[in-house]
């Protein structure tokens, strides 16, 4: 009793001896006797012509034998070769057992548009249920990416009139499989839906857990057998019930469950298709199946108004979704200077601080006057060799002050410098020099014999270094711009030859302004940098290009960079304010007491390969360093994207970095909403002009930027998987291809496949790169000979 005149029936029955349906003759019943008690009549009921264990024995008597295997032949091909798992884009990670708990969001689609539904329905002579269905599967195929999609239904299964009466458990759940083709128009996918729920009903009998008996799916206690996301449309209207002086209305029930990871219900009402959509809040935020049933609206929306469109082509995202992803989620614009190219920016500085120390390696060193009078002698040699223009330039040089020097005179010969490693085959080294066609290779004395034989002019920077003292001490002019090379970068190719990146002075400028106006906004006065990557990796870019900002480079020798405890132990001793490495090198440096050390670099960088959750955790919490995640391609200039650790608790590889453009689009080059998995495309300032003399590689990899108004703009397909977190930030999952990184170096498998499969012994070739002992990576071959 509530009050005076009001009342509360609260019954709990177990599923196992009730279903929907009873549930209405319960309360007809509940009903009559009360009205029979209240006007002092024993009360009567019509008496049943059946009870449910006649049902039971009824249905064991002929679902057996022949009747049986008709109907369990029909599901076994109906659902052979089905995906173990729906993979929805969950906000946490998958407990290994479903708690089954949960909660809903409410779904109404407006009166206009569930017409629409409705008359699409009855033109293709398919029900409501069918269209919506239809929907609810393309929109689990989007947000999965799958396109083989398993939802659950129930069914009422009273086939037989005379169980319509009874209190029992008779509704059964069927399997509803789609294929969801993008091409294909939602037309087409209505009739395919349509012919499977008509064949379902035929075979509507097989009890759901015979089905999963008998086709034995792999069983997996975190998720529900054979599907996870259901879907119940109740077309029939629950009779409101009225006794003489009373009214009853029923009292919605939020059980706090989910039986499924997505359940979405819906009811025909005046105002439309109503109801709620059920999520598991294991896996699931309700801001995230509150945008689903965003997403859900505008997808039936779209669908009412152009059901032969594609799906590909039906957008799932409202109108502010798209504002914020494409625009607002965006990296900022930036200024930065457009006329200048690298080397004056660097002689622009070495006026403003002349006798500061420009580079450090070992005991020797530059100040930035030395070092800007070092390269222009060279560049002066180099232009009378023929470097100008998009010239390019082989540099084979360990990390040295001499490579500085190196790097510095290319480029105010207005040349692009080629960066080679002399530890990498000859075979590699060769093809680099032919395809780069350089007029002259910039090396030491001890390593000119690694070189493989070639046409070019060699200058040893060591031993040839009183001959280019000869030249003028003031820089040559040239009539190099900001749109030339400033370098190639050669990275590995999947068709067997490595390609190189070419890079224009202008997208090394902005990556220079990009990373001071985030990672580097703290950054003092003439800092110490360290270099330690590779000059052949385009890490060396970022270290590099500090010394524009007077900021003095402290080269990290190679035999100090091999060993952990050297390398920790010269952090201390160089007084290094910023370091940039990979996850695992910063792991090691850890691990050997760099948080402990005397003097701790105040900013870290770690790239090149994602963090792990334990490491970020650890390093977010630490005052000093800061450390930051920066992702970037080679194709993109080193770096789009950066986050400081501390500021998210799970790895992320953050936002764009300014003049930088981000899109996460499916396979038919559309956004996709926030949480769900896409491949990353970057467009603005960083764009490489593309790959030498690879133009249909270029053309693949470098598209039209479809989403910019600028003209010419392009987008890098990275073939990295990510996605859109609710706070804009981006998570990195993984690649869309074979490419992988094994200690930093980025390959190709398909390169080494092609050059197994090149020998005459080789039959077949696969490579995988394995990490079987944790943290070491290793690339395996499997060969048929
Ligand atoms: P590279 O051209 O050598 O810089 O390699 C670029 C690739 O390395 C990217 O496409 C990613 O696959 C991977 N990568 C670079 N930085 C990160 C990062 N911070 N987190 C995860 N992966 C990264
Ligand atoms: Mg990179």
Not at 1 to 25: A, E, F, K, N, P
Not at 117 to 143: C, D, H, I, N
Request: proline letters at 7%; hydrophobic letters at 40%; aromatic letters at 6%.
């Amino acid at each position: 009793r509530l009050g005076q005149d009001s009342h509360l029936l609260l019954v709990t029955m177990h599923h196992i001896v009730s279903d929907g349906w009873s549930m209405g003759v319960l309360v007809r019943e509940v009903a009559a006797f009360y009205e029979a008690f209240s006007a002092g009549r024993a009360p009567t009921l019509a008496p049943l012509p059946v009870q449910y264990a006649d049902f039971a024995m009824w249905q064991r008597g002929w679902l057996q034998g022949e009747a049986l295997d008709a109907q369990l032949g029909y599901w076994k091909q109906q659902l052979s070769g089905a995906p173990s798992a729906l993979d929805l884009p969950t906000d946490r990670s998958r407990p290994p057992v479903q708690s089954r708990r949960g909660a809903t969001v409410d779904v109404h689609i407006p009166s206009q548009v569930s017409q629409a539904l409705k008359a699409l329905a009855q033109g293709e002579g398919a029900t409501p249920f069918m269209v919506l269905l239809a929907a609810w599967q393309v929109l689990l195929s989007r947000y999965s990416t799958q396109d083989d999609i398993s939802v659950g239904t129930p069914i009422a299964g009273r086939t037989q009139a005379e169980t319509e009466g009874l209190i029992g458990f008779f509704v059964n759940t069927l399997v509803l499989r789609a294929h969801v083709r993008p091409e294909e128009t939602f037309r087409q996918l209505l009739s395919q839906v349509k012919s499977t729920t008509l064949a379902a009903y035929e075979y509507q009998h097989v009890p759901f857990e015979k089905l999963v008996e008998v086709l034995q799916p792999s069983r997996d206690l975190s998720r529900s057998a054979l599907f996870q996301a259901m879907f119940t449309l109740q077309n029939a209207p629950t009779e409101t019930l009225r006794l003489a002086g009373l009214s009853f209305q029923t009292v919605p029930v939020d059980t706090r469950s989910s039986k499924f990871d997505l359940t979405l219900t819906l009811v025909e009402s005046p105002q439309g298709f109503v109801g709620a959509l059920t999520y598991a809040t294991d896996l699931f935020d309700a801001s995230t199946v509150q945008r689903m049933v965003g997403h859900l609206g505008v997808l039936l929306e779209a669908i009412a108004a152009k059901p032969d469109a594609t799906l590909a082509s039906l957008p799932l995202l409202t109108a502010p979704e798209r504002q914020q992803l494409l625009v607002e989620w965006n990296g900022p614009s930036a200024e930065f200077p457009r006329d200048l190219c690298l080397h004056e920016a660097f002689a622009a500085q070495a006026l403003r601080t002349p006798d500061a120390l420009a580079v450090i390696c070992r005991d020797e060193q530059l100040t930035f006057r030395e070092l800007d009078t070092r390269a222009n002698q060279l560049a002066h040699r180099l232009v009378k060799l023929g470097v100008g223009p998009d010239v390019r330039v082989v540099l084979c040089v360990e990390r040295s002050v001499e490579a500085i020097v190196g790097i510095l005179g290319i480029l105010k010969a207005g040349g692009a410098y080629v960066p080679i490693d002399p530890s990498y085959p000859r075979e590699w080294l060769a093809h680099v020099l032919t395809d780069t066609g350089a007029p002259v290779v910039l090396t030491q004395q001890r390593l000119r014999d690694s070189l493989p034989p070639h046409a070019a002019h060699d200058i040893c920077l060591d031993s040839d270094a009183a001959d280019l003292a000869c030249e003028p001490s003031h820089a040559p002019a040239t009539s190099v711009t900001p749109e030339h090379l400033a370098y190639i970068i050669y990275t590995s190719g999947s068709t067997g030859r490595p390609k190189g990146v070419m890079i224009q002075h202008r997208s090394v400028l902005n990556l220079r302004v990009a990373l001071a106006a985030t990672v580097h906004s703290g950054a003092q006065p003439a800092e110490r940098v360290s270099v330690n990557a590779p000059l052949s990796f385009d890490a060396s870019v970022k270290q590099l290009i500090q010394v524009l900002d007077g900021h003095t480079l402290c080269i990290v020798p190679d035999e100090a960079r091999a060993d952990v405890r050297e390398l920790v132990h010269r952090i201390g001793q160089d007084a290094l304010d910023v370091l940039d490495c990979s996850p695992a090198h910063l792991r090691l440096l850890v691990d050997e007491g760099l948080l402990e050390s005397q003097s701790i670099p105040s900013r870290v960088l770690v790239g090149g390969e994602a963090v792990d959750p334990a490491t970020w955790r650890h390093l977010a919490q630490v005052p000093r360093p800061r450390v930051f995640n920066v992702y970037g391609p080679t194709e993109c200039t080193v770096d789009a994207t950066a986050c400081a650790f501390d500021a998210s608790p799970t790895p992320t590889i953050g936002r764009p970095l300014p003049n930088v453009r981000v899109y996460v689009l499916d396979r038919t080059l559309r956004p996709v909403p926030v949480g769900v998995a896409g491949e990353l495309f970057i467009g603005g300032e960083g764009v490489a002009r593309g790959y030498l003399n690879r133009p249909e590689l270029t053309a693949d990899r470098f598209i039209p930027d479809g989403f910019s108004s600028t003209p010419g703009a392009r987008l890098y397909r990275t073939g990295d998987v990510v996605r859109w977190r609710a706070d804009g930030m981006l998570d990195y999952l993984g690649r869309a291809d074979f490419q992988v990184k094994v200690r930093g170096f980025r390959i190709e498998l398909g390169e080494i496949e092609s050059c197994l499969l090149g020998h005459p012994a080789v039959h077949a070739a696969v490579v995988l790169a394995r990490e079987d002992v944790p943290g070491d990576k290793r690339l395996v071959a499997y060969l048929v000979p």
